[in-house]
């Protein structure tokens, strides 16, 4: 199908490239691109997919989103401080792109999922910020011929690198084990807010090469950044065939299994304090919520919303949930944190489709009643 | 033995108080190694293990040629990178 005229006019730009073109922006649209990781590399990455046009780009991180992260992590607002990354991004790239489809992974990638994960996309790009899952990805991609873009930050230094299958070593072959590397964190070394912007764009910008199969990737080459002297420096490296990875008798094979339903893209719908209140006024509507507070009782003893019942986040992970047609479940917290949490457990356990007070208690009391008493 | 330059990854400049490049003197890269831990005690150690083997989380590159063995010799290269591998994101 080709465009429609709202993406001919998005997408101008790139249609006036001849190394994109109709042809190749369609190729963006029906491209699948997991981001891995939703941090000072995954938010410029990110960003600059959804604006390109990726039609599915998912969005895997377990992470909450601190006021800390706000120096670099650009997909970010203050006012998204204690929420789900993975969410928060899904609603920032959307607003961006509202043409693309973004699916939130809110999970921590394991070797029990990250074949489930990476199966469903056609190029993954990393940038995480453990080691561990530097590997895991690599592994999975190198298992199930996945094109993977890969970077890595520390204080003022970055450092890139494509795999591309059957054309050049991997992750592993670079790098065969870091793990006990001086891998410190940007937490612990700290790191100039602006240097994930460099890398991350060029994540973005392989990706969309190797979607569009154009230009020379960072195949068989690592590209280094150094942003006090502001140069870019290349080193080669081969494929190693005794690669425990992607060599001639690999030792470490990425398995697609199912899913877990805990796991599956789950998106809350958060309701903004001003919105419950409207569906609580309205006589045809309320008898239809069910408001569950998850604090803790003691909490919930101090002031609670009317017709709330308390259930403590601990508690809902051992319920069995469901809903009749047409109902909604809101789950209610302090700020926003554990009802978020809460609304992760309760679709483990069978709810459709899982709602949040967006703020919590303390927005609904600065916006709707400030009698309330929010402990 | 001429001086040459050893370009320090990031993780690594802990030992050369900030230093991105360092001066040392040798013809291979093991002889640059011994003059960057007389200088910077511990260093060594980080990038090459108990066996002269170079740690699986690091690289060397005379210039831009891959070194694989520290007895390798520098030639006429004048730089020494130490690329290392970083996690952060």
């Not at chain 1, 109709?22 to 491209?31: I, P, T, V």
């Not at chain 1, 072959?173 to 937490?187: E, H, I, M």
């Not at chain 1, 569950?292 to 909490?299: H, M, Q, S, T």
Request: aromatic share 4%; with cysteine; proline share 5%.
């Amino acid at each position: 199908m080709g465009l429609s005229a709202a993406e001919i006019e998005r997408y101008g730009r790139h249609l006036s490239l001849a190394e994109v073109g109709l042809a190749g922006q369609e190729r963006l649209r029906a491209a699948r691109v997991v981001v891995v990781g939703a941090g000072g590399l995954g938010s410029p990455a990110a960003l600059y997919l959804a604006a390109s046009g990726i039609g599915t780009l998912g969005i895997v991180d377990c992470d909450q989103v601190e006021l800390s992260n706000l120096q670099r992590q650009i997909l970010y607002q203050t006012s998204d401080v204690a929420q789900s990354k993975a969410l928060a991004a899904a609603r920032r790239l959307s607003a961006l792109n509202p043409e693309i489809s973004v699916v939130p992974h809110a999970l921590e990638l394991r070797a029990e999922n990250v074949g489930a994960i990476v199966a469903g996309y056609d190029v993954v790009v990393d940038g995480s910020d453990r080691i561990a899952t530097r590997y895991l990805v690599n592994d999975a991609c190198v298992s199930l011929g996945k094109p993977l873009v890969t970077a890595a930050i520390h204080r003022f230094e970055g450092q890139a690198m494509t795999y591309q299958p059957g054309a050049g070593g991997c992750y592993r072959c670079l790098f065969p084990d870091a793990s006990a590397g001086p891998a410190a964190s940007c937490a612990e070394a700290g790191v100039l807010g602006v240097l994930p912007g460099v890398l991350g764009a060029l994540q973005a910008t392989e990706a969309i090469k190797l979607i569009l199969g154009q230009g020379e990737l960072l195949v068989g080459r690592l590209l280094t950044y150094d942003a006090m002297e502001l140069s870019f420096r290349e080193f080669r490296f081969a494929r190693r065939p005794d690669c425990a990875a992607c060599g001639d008798t690999p030792r470490i094979r990425v398995a697609v299994g199912p899913l877990p339903a805990d796991e599956l893209p789950v998106t809350p719908r958060r309701l903004a304090p001003r919105e419950l209140a409207e569906l609580l006024a309205d006589p045809a509507r309320s008898g239809a919520v069910r408001l569950i507070d998850v604090r803790e009782a003691a909490e919930f003893a101090a002031g609670h919303l009317a017709g709330a019942e308390s259930i403590p986040l601990a508690e809902i992970d051992r319920l069995r949930w469901n809903a009749p047609d047409g109902s909604v479940t809101v789950f209610i917290c302090r700020s926003g944190a554990r009802s978020l949490r809460a609304c992760f457990a309760a679709a483990r356990h069978g709810l459709q489709e899982p709602g949040q007070l967006e703020g919590g208690l303390l927005a609904w009391a600065a916006a709707i009643d400030p009698t309330l008493h929010v402990a | 033995m001429i001086d040459r330059t050893v370009r320090v990854a990031s993780p690594l400049r802990s030992y050369t108080q900030g230093a991105a490049s360092v001066t040392a003197q040798g013809d291979s890269v093991a002889e640059l190694l011994d003059g960057l831990e007389r200088r910077f005690p511990g260093m060594r150690f980080r990038m090459i293990d108990e066996q002269d083997g170079i740690r699986p989380h690091i690289r060397l590159y005379a210039g831009t040629r891959e070194i694989r063995a520290i007895l390798e010799p520098m030639g006429a290269e004048t730089t020494l990178h130490i690329i290392c591998a970083l996690s952060g994101g």
